[in-house]
């Protein structure tokens, strides 16, 4: 008798583990919160910034602060660089006249009535919804609208109307699964992303023309799913999602010649310091085809991404004096 109750403790509570394991993996494979609360749009953007305070930036140089965010880093407490913790984008691009509608949240470590003083200051007027105030900011022409939601977490739109800040709040207050790209993609990106994008090309759109004359407009009528992670190595990844097989080996074809004619363009150039390391992370991308999804990844070293962040600083130091301000930063703005 002491040996079956002993089996039957053992096995209630192998079902018990189970139940959490499952739980924790669904969890875990969930979208982040914060990206199930934006409204649809065109292109969704997450990014993951935890992982980047774990950097020692206590020996970065000090640089000379642009006044406006230094008036708001004196008057909020917030650092971008220290304090925000995930940004979460969702892009609706306006039929006709090429302006993007932005709806933003930003996940961080602040004080609350710190920036809600900040914001009762540069606002017009305000509204309550929800139990919670929104902050109408006039900026270039039209309404930014800025909500400290809780005690992490702030959401910011630019349109004019009120209606996608309003979306933002219901959806805090009910289960949601979160806009149509998400529903419908977020598979494709890789357990452990740190940064990812889902983004919708429909015909015409503009990614077919960019600067130095080429043209992707193979990418018309399809939906890219980018990710990166990080494992000591950044490994990229990108699903190229298109409507039927055939597209999709037109795609891997365009892909194919364009990555031809990086390597060949590469080749001509001789970085300082050797072109090992760029050489590596050229011909480590692969590009495959798996019925109508041509997946291209590639993975960029630590010392390639080394190598890129060094010569990026340079280039600061070059262009601009020490006392240069900082980029102001990141607000919502419209494409001119």
Same mark, same amino acid.
């Given at each position: 008798?002491?040996?079956?109750?002993?089996?039957?403790?053992?096995?209630?509570?192998?079902?018990?583990?189970?139940?959490?394991?499952?739980?924790?993996?669904?969890?875990?494979?969930?979208?982040?919160?914060?990206?199930?609360?934006?409204?649809?749009?065109?292109?969704?953007?997450?990014?993951?910034?935890?992982?980047?305070?774990?950097?020692?930036?206590?020996?970065?140089?000090?640089?000379?602060?642009?006044?406006?965010?230094?008036?708001?880093?004196?008057?909020?407490?917030?650092?971008?660089?220290?304090?925000?913790?995930?940004?979460?984008?969702?892009? %609706?691009? @306006?039929? $006709?006249?090429? =302006?993007?509608?932005?709806?933003?949240?930003? !996940?961080?470590? &602040?004080?609350?009535?710190?920036?809600?003083?900040?914001?009762?200051?540069?606002?017009?007027?305000?509204?309550?919804?929800?139990?919670?105030?929104?902050?109408?900011?006039?900026?270039?022409?039209?309404?930014?609208?800025?909500?400290?939601?809780?005690?992490?977490?702030?959401?910011?739109?630019?349109?004019?109307?009120?209606?996608?800040?309003?979306?933002?709040?219901?959806?805090?207050?009910?289960?949601?699964?979160?806009?149509?790209?998400?529903?419908?993609?977020?598979?494709?990106?890789?357990?452990?992303?740190?940064?990812?994008?889902?983004?919708?090309?429909?015909?015409?759109?503009?990614?077919?023309?960019?600067?130095?004359?080429?043209?992707?407009?193979?990418?018309?009528?399809?939906?890219?799913?980018?990710?990166?992670?990080?494992?000591?190595?950044?490994?990229?990844?990108?699903? %190229?999602? @298109?409507? $039927?097989?055939? =597209?999709?080996?037109?795609?891997?074809?365009? !892909?194919?010649? &364009?990555?031809?004619?990086?390597?060949?363009?590469?080749?001509?150039?001789?970085?300082?310091?050797?072109?090992?390391?760029?050489?590596?992370?050229?011909?480590?991308?692969?590009?495959?085809?798996?019925?109508?999804?041509?997946?291209?990844?590639?993975?960029?070293?630590?010392?390639?991404?080394?190598?890129?962040?060094?010569?990026?600083?340079?280039?600061?130091?070059?262009?601009?004096?020490?006392?240069?301000?900082?980029?102001?930063?990141?607000?919502?703005?419209?494409?001119?």
């Amino acid at each position: 008798m002491r040996k079956h109750r002993k089996l039957l403790i053992l096995a209630l509570l192998l079902v018990v583990l189970g139940m959490v394991a499952a739980l924790l993996y669904r969890q875990a494979v969930r979208p982040p919160k914060a990206v199930r609360l934006l409204p649809d749009g065109d292109r969704l953007i997450y990014i993951n910034l935890k992982p980047a305070h774990l950097l020692d930036l206590s020996k970065s140089k000090p640089v000379q602060l642009e006044v406006d965010y230094q008036d708001f880093v004196e008057k909020t407490g917030i650092q971008y660089e220290r304090d925000l913790d995930e940004v979460a984008v969702s892009q %609706l691009d @306006a039929a $006709n006249d090429g =302006e993007v509608a932005s709806s933003e949240i930003f !996940v961080g470590r &602040f004080d609350p009535v710190r920036l809600t003083n900040y914001l009762r200051g540069v606002s017009s007027q305000t509204e309550s919804y929800r139990d919670r105030t929104i902050f109408m900011i006039p900026h270039d022409g039209h309404t930014v609208r800025a909500c400290v939601m809780d005690g992490s977490r702030v959401a910011v739109t630019n349109m004019n109307s009120p209606d996608p800040m309003h979306g933002i709040l219901d959806r805090t207050q009910q289960p949601s699964s979160g806009p149509d790209l998400l529903r419908a993609y977020y598979g494709h990106v890789p357990f452990g992303s740190l940064a990812w994008t889902i983004a919708r090309f429909p015909a015409n759109s503009s990614v077919a023309q960019v600067p130095g004359g080429f043209n992707f407009s193979f990418l018309e009528n399809t939906v890219a799913v980018a990710s990166v992670r990080y494992n000591g190595a950044a490994a990229l990844k990108a699903d %190229l999602i @298109a409507r $039927n097989e055939e =597209e999709a080996r037109h795609i891997l074809g365009q !892909v194919q010649t &364009f990555l031809t004619m990086s390597r060949a363009v590469a080749g001509t150039f001789r970085p300082k310091g050797g072109d090992a390391d760029v050489k590596a992370a050229i011909d480590s991308v692969q590009i495959v085809q798996k019925e109508n999804v041509a997946t291209v990844t590639a993975t960029l070293s630590e010392k390639f991404l080394k190598k890129m962040l060094s010569g990026v600083e340079a280039e600061v130091v070059t262009r601009a004096p020490s006392t240069s301000p900082a980029p102001t930063p990141p607000a919502p703005q419209r494409r001119p």
